[in-house]
Structure formats: structure tokens, C-alpha cells
């Protein structure tokens, strides 16, 4: 869908103010009756910004030094307003992953599906879900079980995961992109995303 680009001369959130912002528009019914419209992380990237789950509060600057013990400091990738890091899938084949903190499930790409053993020739595992998002329009949707997805310190498992053809954003981006990690992997955590030192931090 097509949007004009728009200028904001400032936007605020709580005590951090944007100046010149460039915002789109979207029409989408849904959306609209469950939110005014959507920002990125990277909006707000000269701050330390956290996104605590379990408490439901978005902070600024937060000291995520406070308990090591705690946190793990996870190396990211930025790419313009993207932020990935890397997750190994069942303790072997590792990846990029975009993070997508308005994600509410995780899926792999196809060639990670691939990587676990499901492709579309595999029995049953094909499934049409008219799936379109960041990764365009996905085509055949693969089901993928028993996935764990992990970092150094952190892990989820999925009885059954969705894969779909991720192709055309890695070419864009010149990258492999392995799937995306959202809410079901991130929701135990408050998730700091550090833009100056490139890193994602994960706190309990």
C-alpha cells in the first residue's frame, strides 16, 4: 500500500521529545481501532530504550547494569531502522533474526526450516495462511516442530513453528535473514535496545 511521506515537527513520549520526524499513513481497519499508529524503536534511537514485558512499561535510559547476573548482553546487527541478532535453532544451525517487538509470534525462512529438516516436499508440512508482512507476501507457509530458539543464555522451544519464503528481504538487505523474533520469545524479559554499542539486552 502506497503512503506519502509527512513531516512532525515534534513528537513526544513521556520525556523524550523527536524532532522532524518522517511519519507514512496506512489504511487498515483494524489497526485503527486498536491503535492511533504504530512507531518504531529506531525512532527513538539516540536514547537506551526497554521494552519490559511483564510489567507492560516502554523506559528510557534504564540502568541495565544494575543485577549482571540477570542481563545478557546479546551483540545485534542494525540496518537503517532493523535491528537482528544472532539465535541458534535446537542447539546447532545459527542465524540472523530480525527483531520485531510488535511481532507476536516468531517464524523461521524457509532455509532455515530448511536447515531443521522441513521443506516443501516434506509430508504434510505445507500449509496455506495468506501470510504478507515485512517479508512480503510469504507464499506456501511451512509448519516446522519442536523448534528452540536460543541465545548464549536464553532460550524459548515452540512445539510447532511457521516458516515462510523470507527471500525477497534478504536480498534487499544483502543479508540472510534466518525468521523473526517476537512477543513468544520476548515476553519474559524487559528488552533493551542499545543503538550506540549495538547491542540487545535481555533482563529478568
Same mark, same amino acid.
Given at each position: 500500500?502506497?503512503?506519502?511521506?509527512?513531516?512532525?515537527?515534534?513528537?513526544?513520549?513521556?520525556?523524550?521529545?523527536?524532532?522532524?520526524?518522517? /511519519?507514512? !499513513?496506512? %489504511? @487498515?481497519?483494524? +489497526?485503527? =481501532?486498536?491503535?492511533? $499508529?504504530? *512507531?518504531?524503536?529506531?525512532?527513538?534511537?539516540?536514547?537506551?530504550?526497554?521494552?519490559?514485558?511483564?510489567?507492560?512499561?516502554?523506559?528510557?535510559? /534504564?540502568? !541495565?547494569? %544494575? @543485577?549482571?547476573? +540477570?542481563? =545478557?548482553?546479546?551483540? $545485534?546487527? *542494525?540496518?537503517?531502522?532493523?535491528?537482528?541478532?544472532?539465535?541458534?535453532?535446537?542447539?546447532?544451525?545459527?542465524?540472523?533474526?530480525?527483531?520485531?517487538?510488535?511481532?507476536?509470534?516468531?517464524?523461521?525462512?524457509?532455509?532455515?526450516?530448511?536447515?531443521?529438516?522441513?521443506?516443501?516436499?516434506?509430508?504434510?508440512?505445507?500449509?496455506?495462511?495468506?501470510?504478507?508482512?515485512?517479508?512480503?507476501?510469504?507464499?506456501?507457509?511451512?509448519?516446522?516442530?519442536?523448534?528452540?530458539?536460543?541465545?548464549?543464555?536464553?532460550?524459548?522451544?515452540?512445539?510447532?513453528?511457521?516458516?515462510?519464503?523470507?527471500?525477497?528481504?534478504?536480498?534487499?538487505?544483502?543479508?540472510?535473514?534466518?525468521?523473526?523474533?517476537?512477543?513468544?520469545?520476548?515476553?519474559?524479559?524487559?528488552?533493551?535496545?542499545?543503538?550506540?554499542?549495538?547491542?540487545?539486552?535481555?533482563?529478568?
Amino acid at each position: 500500500m502506497e503512503s506519502g511521506i509527512y513531516r512532525i515537527d515534534s513528537l513526544t513520549f513521556g520525556g523524550i521529545e523527536v524532532r522532524n520526524l518522517p /511519519v507514512g !499513513t496506512l %489504511s @487498515d481497519p483494524l +489497526l485503527g =481501532e486498536l491503535a492511533d $499508529g504504530i *512507531f518504531s524503536t529506531a525512532t527513538f534511537g539516540r536514547e537506551l530504550v526497554s521494552i519490559d514485558y511483564p510489567d507492560s512499561i516502554i523506559e528510557f535510559n /534504564v540502568d !541495565t547494569d %544494575s @543485577d549482571d547476573s +540477570l542481563s =545478557e548482553r546479546v551483540p $545485534g546487527w *542494525f540496518f537503517s531502522n532493523l535491528a537482528f541478532v544472532p539465535l541458534r535453532l535446537n542447539g546447532d544451525f545459527e542465524g540472523l533474526f530480525l527483531l520485531d517487538t510488535g511481532a507476536v509470534t516468531s517464524i523461521l525462512s524457509h532455509k532455515a526450516a530448511a536447515a531443521l529438516g522441513v521443506t516443501e516436499e516434506t509430508p504434510g508440512a505445507g500449509v496455506s495462511l495468506g501470510l504478507a508482512g515485512i517479508g512480503g507476501e510469504s507464499g506456501l507457509a511451512l509448519t516446522v516442530p519442536a523448534v528452540t530458539l536460543s541465545t548464549a543464555q536464553s532460550q524459548a522451544s515452540f512445539p510447532l513453528m511457521i516458516a515462510i519464503d523470507m527471500d525477497e528481504i534478504s536480498q534487499t538487505l544483502g543479508i540472510e535473514v534466518s525468521g523473526i523474533v517476537g512477543y513468544d520469545f520476548l515476553k519474559d524479559y524487559r528488552v533493551s535496545i542499545d543503538f550506540d554499542n549495538a547491542e540487545v539486552i535481555l533482563s529478568r
